[in-house]
């Protein structure tokens, strides 16, 4: 049901890209960083993978700056406030709602009610112009724990750990061979490219980088987004193995 939630004619946010998110984001969260492992409860673990999987479900192909100009319905519901993001978190819980789809209903309702804001404060991490204060509150982490002031056991530690595991794979075909890289860059241009072309259509002032007809743009917007986006974020996570004190 997650995956039918995917437009499979949208170039880039289709059901393998939050395949691909999941998996990716999976393997980097479970790996053991140096002489320790972070060992997440159950509960946040379900949390992060169904986040992984539900992050851009019913994504239109179009970036929420279209979505608030045009005055959507999906920037309308969310009140122009990180639409998609808001989008996908309730589209995701949405399927939960039908009763023979909604495997949490043999849990709690504190467990219940964990596992649905962790799943939406994971989902809102993804929104881009949150990305800065994410990474700044990752790296204070990393200076906590190398001064010896916390561990593991501490839940927001372990949530901002999270979010950063599923930012970097959401945003991390880069770090993927360069064949399949190249393959999901000309699907992220062509997503945008799109855009362009509606945007023109419908009369709209027409972003820069997503104009077809202003080369290279979309390709040269990627390789600044590379350099400086994705490079220092994979930096910033690069040090949770340099971390010193042990696992609680």
Not at 47 to 69: C, E, S, Y
Not at 91 to 110: A, D, E, Y
Not at 196 to 216: I, T
Request: proline share 4%; hydrophobic share 45%; net charge neutral.
């Amino acid at each position: 049901m997650i995956e039918a939630g995917y437009d499979a004619t949208v170039p880039y946010h289709y059901g393998v890209h939050a395949a691909d998110v999941l998996a990716s984001s999976y393997r980097v969260l479970r790996h053991n960083y140096g002489k320790f492992t972070i060992d997440f409860r159950p509960i946040e673990m379900l949390a992060f993978v169904v986040a992984a999987a539900g992050h851009d479900h019913g994504h239109p192909g179009v970036n929420n700056g279209l979505l608030v100009k045009t005055s959507h319905q999906i920037a309308i519901d969310h009140n122009d406030a990180s639409v998609l993001e808001n989008h996908h978190a309730a589209s995701t819980f949405h399927i939960l709602r039908h009763p023979q789809l909604n495997f949490m209903q043999g849990v709690s309702g504190k467990e219940y009610r964990l596992f649905r804001a962790q799943t939406i404060e994971l989902i809102l991490a993804t929104d881009m112009a949150q990305h800065s204060k994410h990474v700044a509150v990752f790296n204070e982490v990393l200076a906590e724990g190398n001064a010896g002031r916390h561990h593991f056991h501490q839940p927001q530690y372990r949530m901002a750990v999270r979010r950063v595991a599923l930012k970097l794979a959401d945003l991390g075909h880069a770090f993927k061979p360069p064949a399949l890289h190249r393959r999901w860059s000309f699907r992220i241009m062509e997503e945008m490219y799109r855009q362009g072309d509606r945007e023109r259509n419908e009369g709209l002032d027409v972003v820069p980088v997503f104009d077809r007809e202003l080369l290279p743009g979309a390709a040269k917007h990627q390789v600044g987004f590379l350099a400086a986006v994705v490079l220092p974020l994979a930096q910033t996570w690069g040090k949770l193995s340099c971390w010193s004190f042990p696992a609680d």
